[in-house]
C-alpha cells in the first residue's frame, strides 16, 4: 500500500484497504484510515483540477470538520486542518507545494495507522518464539 501511496493512486490505495476491513461495523481506527485516505485521493484530484473534489471533501462531514477544525493544537491528529484547509482554498499554496514529499509523508503515516487499526492487528502472521529451522517450515517429505 506504501507503493500505492507513494504513487498517488489513491483509489488503488482505498481499494486495497477495503479489501481487509469489513463491509460495515468499523472501528474508529478503520474509519480514520480510509478517511485519511480519502481525504488525499480528494486533495490530490482539487490539485488537479478537479473542483467538483471540493464539493465531495465539503459534502463529507468527516471531512468537512477536518477542514473546518479549530486551532487547538492536538499531536494526536491525522490530519492537519490548517494544512487541509490552505492546500483547498488557496490556490498559490498548492502550486507551491511539493507534492511527491506529501504523497511520501503520507505513505510514512500508514504503519501509525495500521497499528491503531485493530481489523489489521488481529490477523497478523505471529511466528513462534523460537529460532526456526527448516523442517518447522517446509513440508514434510521435501529433500
Given at each position: 500500500?506504501?507503493?500505492?501511496?507513494?504513487?498517488?493512486?489513491?483509489?488503488?490505495?482505498?481499494d486495497y484497504l477495503?479489501?481487509?476491513?469489513?463491509?460495515?461495523?468499523?472501528?474508529?481506527?478503520?474509519?480514520?484510515?480510509r478517511n485519511f485516505?480519502?481525504?488525499?485521493?480528494?486533495?490530490?484530484?482539487?490539485?488537479?483540477?478537479?473542483?467538483?473534489?471540493?464539493?465531495?471533501?465539503?459534502?463529507?462531514?468527516?471531512?468537512?470538520?477536518?477542514?473546518?477544525?479549530?486551532?487547538?493544537?492536538?499531536?494526536?491528529?491525522?490530519?492537519?486542518?490548517?494544512?487541509?484547509?490552505?492546500?483547498?482554498?488557496?490556490?498559490?499554496?498548492?502550486?507551491?507545494?511539493?507534492?511527491?514529499?506529501?504523497?511520501?509523508?503520507?505513505?510514512?503515516?500508514?504503519?501509525?495507522?495500521?497499528?491503531?487499526?485493530?481489523?489489521?492487528?488481529?490477523?497478523?502472521?505471529?511466528?513462534?518464539?523460537?529460532?526456526?529451522?527448516?523442517?518447522?517450515?517446509?513440508?514434510?517429505?521435501?529433500?
Open positions: 500500500m506504501k507503493l500505492l501511496v507513494t504513487e498517488g493512486l489513491w483509489d488503488d490505495a482505498l477495503d479489501g481487509f476491513l469489513p463491509a460495515c461495523a468499523r472501528s474508529f481506527g478503520a474509519q480514520v484510515f485516505l480519502l481525504m488525499h485521493r480528494h486533495i490530490a484530484a482539487v490539485v488537479a483540477g478537479d473542483r467538483a473534489a471540493l464539493d465531495a471533501i465539503l459534502a463529507d462531514e468527516w471531512m468537512r470538520d477536518v477542514v473546518y477544525a479549530g486551532h487547538a493544537v492536538n499531536i494526536n491528529r491525522v490530519v492537519d486542518p490548517v494544512m487541509a484547509r490552505s492546500v483547498l482554498f488557496l490556490d498559490n499554496v498548492r502550486a507551491c507545494m511539493n507534492w511527491e514529499q506529501v504523497r511520501s509523508y503520507a505513505a510514512d503515516t500508514l504503519d501509525r495507522l495500521v497499528w491503531l487499526t485493530p481489523e489489521l492487528n488481529r490477523s497478523r502472521l505471529r511466528l513462534p518464539a523460537r529460532n526456526l529451522v527448516p523442517r518447522d517450515l517446509l513440508p514434510v517429505g521435501l529433500g
